[in-house]
């Protein structure tokens, strides 16, 4: 007996101790939040709809980033419907600039799924939501915290952060995705499971900053182990960089220049570029370009050919009118290039 009473003691003040840190957190949030156009009060349809958007677009790039393309988008496809009917030429277009366009083809099949099988309601559950196209653990996660309200706290990039240097998390084993997902469960849980996502992301974002953290601002700082052995730095899980090397074919006629559908590489599938060859450790290669691309280091060299009657379905381009065509931001930094060498 004595020693359940112990044990239940032992669970009260943990779950006591982790109920004061949400506190502190949701204090610091409603306080500090910024205020963001998919945060704005509306209808619980329009907030799943708000929700699945943002989160797409904020998958691999910054919220400073997402925040124009976003109100462009919304103002262009306001909710699932319209998304499930939008030419894709336009989702394109209102998507260029952002990069990593399978997420917008990803978006709008999702869309036509979610219509389709669940009569235009985001689902509300994980094994539903996890097998959209283009939605992942987090997403899945940030989706049912976010939109429905559900006790999910979703590991992103600003939440690992902060459980880095609150618990002090340097070694291999320690910062691993598997022991992070355990470790969350630190921060506790809230009845406001909505805000309380939205609250850790941004306590990453605005106070638990990759370099120079605002410590004297943190609501948990008075706890974080990384503050009392100030050492704020990071160790990442090292992604190895591969190194790939392609011809780029350049047919120029008429002050402009051949495109093609790139039906061959993973990356930027469907998208049009120039016409490319990719070459296997090739001798005495001189680079004109170099592009990072995820983990691949893109080194290529420039050759201008003539004959251009290999191609069954060119698409030329006019230099000077790069603005009008639905064009990714490599292609157009490579005629930028060009014009400018």
Known sequence: LNASVSLLSIFFKLHMKDQLVTKKILKWYDLNKRSLPWRKNVSLQKRQYYTLVSEFMLQQTQVVTVIPYFIRFIKNIPDLKSLVKVQNRKLIKLWEGLGYYSRAKNLKKSAQI?????????????????LLPGIGNYTASAILAIAFNKPYIP?????????????????????????????????????????????????GALICKPINPLCNKCPISKKC???????????????KSVD???????????????????????????????????????????????????NMNMNIKIKYLKNSDNFKSPYWIDEKKLN?????????????????N
């Open 225 to 239: 182990k990384s503050l009392q052995k100030k050492d704020f730095e990071l160790t990442k899980s090292v992604k």
């Open 114 to 130: 979610v219509v389709k099988n669940f009569r235009g309601n985001l689902p509300d559950n994980f094994d539903d939501l996890i």
């Open 244 to 294: 790939k090397y392609f011809l780029l074919k350049v047919y120029k006629k008429d002050q402009r220049y051949l495109l093609i559908k790139n039906t061959q590489f993973n990356f930027l599938k469907n998208l049009t570029i120039f016409p490319m060859e990719e070459l296997s450790k090739p001798k005495n290669f001189n680079k004109n370009l170099n592009f990072k691309m995820s």
């Open 155 to 203: 590991l992103d990039g600003n939440i690992e952060r902060i459980l880095k240097r609150y618990l002090y998390l340097k070694k291999d084993k320690e910062i691993q995705k598997d022991n992070l997902i355990l470790k969350k469960s630190i921060f506790g849980i809230s009845s406001r499971s909505s805000d309380y996502a939205q609250a850790l992301m941004e306590l």
């Open 324 to 340: 009008k065509y639905m064009l990714p931001t490599f292609t157009k930094k490579i005629v930028k290039y060009l014009e400018k």
